[in-house]
């Protein structure tokens, strides 16, 4: 078995981007075994590799991990991106929570119906811009630090830069409302691990185009 973490899931973003932004991120390597077809998703499913006969599924230190949030927890464990004591935990927690909901909206657009779509969009816009984006930014200017908790990076700081620039590839002006969200996305972005992460040509998935969607379709839905 390759010493490298290896991720099952289809070749897009979908609930295992966060996994590779946390992986990248803390400077791992890792590979990709992708879901092409319904029968790639049924071989894990028969010969026991999913517990919950879900997807995501991380091979990693020797263990089958799934659920999206426990592997995120335990890569963010192992590489010192959780906090230093329980209370920066019980925050980084609280922060990711809710990222996670936002993160549910903007990843669930693509596959909106034709005639939902339009709802989603502007539901999904007005919670980013007065339910979550808010918060994020008062927590930058009440904290007064370079990063969410503490004063080092966090799985927090990793996943809401994530989710920044998924919204920005929606709705762009919408951070002319949050300085402290622009000048938080410009300084994670010069984090070297990061910004290898961003360049082209990295492990990280582009919008889910409609071929992308297609595919998810007939591998979780037929």
């Known amino acids: 078995m390759s010493s490298k973490p290896r991720l099952h899931y289809f070749n897009g973003r979908g609930r295992m981007e966060t996994i590779r932004w946390l992986l990248a991120a803390a400077g791992v390597e890792f590979e990709e075994s992708f879901l092409e077809k319904k029968e790639d998703l049924t071989k894990l499913q ?3 590799s999913l517990l919950f006969q879900q997807v995501p599924m991380v091979e990693m230190d020797g263990m089958k991990l799934v659920q999206t949030r426990a592997i995120a927890n335990y890569i963010s464990t192992k590489y010192n991106l959780y906090g230093k004591d329980l209370k920066e935990r019980a925050l980084i927690d609280m922060y990711v929570e809710g990222m996670f909901d936002l993160n549910d909206l903007l990843m669930t657009y693509e596959v909106q119906p034709a005639d939902k779509k339009e709802q989603h969009f502007a539901n ?5 811009e007065n339910r979550y984006f808010p918060v994020f930014e008062k927590v ?3 904290h007064g630090r370079d990063f969410l ?3 080092q990076l966090s799985r927090a700081d990793v996943q809401l830069l994530e989710i920044i620039l998924m919204v920005e590839e929606f709705k762009p002006e919408i951070f002319a409302k949050f300085p402290l969200l622009q000048s938080f996305r410009e300084r994670l972005s010069h984090i070297p691990t990061i910004k290898k992460f961003l360049q082209p040509g990295s492990q990280r ?3 889910s ?3 992308v969607v297609d595919k998810v379709m007939k591998i979780f839905y037929s």
């Open 46 to 48: 028969k010969d026991g």
């Open 124 to 128: 999904m816009m007005d919670k980013t």
């Open 140 to 142: 930058l200017k009440d």
């Open 149 to 151: 908790v503490g004063n």
């Open 205 to 207: 998935k582009p919008p």
């Open 209 to 211: 185009d409609d071929d």
